[in-house]
């Protein structure tokens, strides 16, 4: 659904009309009726403005189509951070300090005039602790986290079978 037609569903929604939209937004009525028909590309910032006043949130009126492109394109993606983060929680438990830093890059198209922006496609991951500092290929780090895995499962089954013994 177009940026527009998001605004003026959730709007007619609010019971407002595009002159009290854009008395809360600070805007006059003329360019509420711009961004609903889809004459006008709101910015950023004034898209922040209509989500403020509509009280949603600014990815409710985006269009996030790019977004479901990106699901489609890279189904276990959420899962596989969920799995960083959770390991980099763990680790900063333990006392590491965690950093990652680009290492290649990609040219990537952004929006449908051409523009591109460079896009990480290898990270480095930096561990630290007790002044002592680790580099990590992507690879690498994840080859640590399958054996801090494997080691936890292996201790895991090695208590259930001594368990079950008794």
């Known amino acids: 659904m177009p940026v527009g037609d998001r605004i003026r ?26 961004y609903e028909s889809n004459r006008g ?48 929680k ?15 890059l990609r040219d990537e198209e952004v929006d449908d005039e051409g523009h591109t922006a460079k896009i990480p496609d290898e990270w480095e991951i930096i561990l630290s602790k007790d002044g002592h500092t680790a580099t990590f290929t992507d690879a690498e780090f994840e080859e640590l986290q399958a054996g801090a895995k494997e080691a936890i499962e292996g201790k895991f089954y090695k208590k259930v079978l001594e368990q079950q013994k008794k």
């Open 9 to 34: 569903a959730i709007r007619t929604e609010r019971g407002l009309t595009q002159k009290e939209l854009g008395e809360l937004c600070g805007m006059a009525d003329s360019a509420i009726r711009r």
């Open 41 to 88: 590309n709101p910015t950023q910032k004034t898209l922040l403005k209509i989500a403020k006043a509509l009280d949603v949130h600014l990815r409710d009126l985006s269009d996030s189509s790019w977004l479901e492109e990106i699901d489609r394109q890279y189904p276990t993606a959420g899962e596989e951070y969920a799995r960083y983060k959770a390991v980099n």
């Open 90 to 104: 763990y680790l900063e438990e333990m006392g590491f300090t965690i950093s990652e830093r680009p290492i290649k």
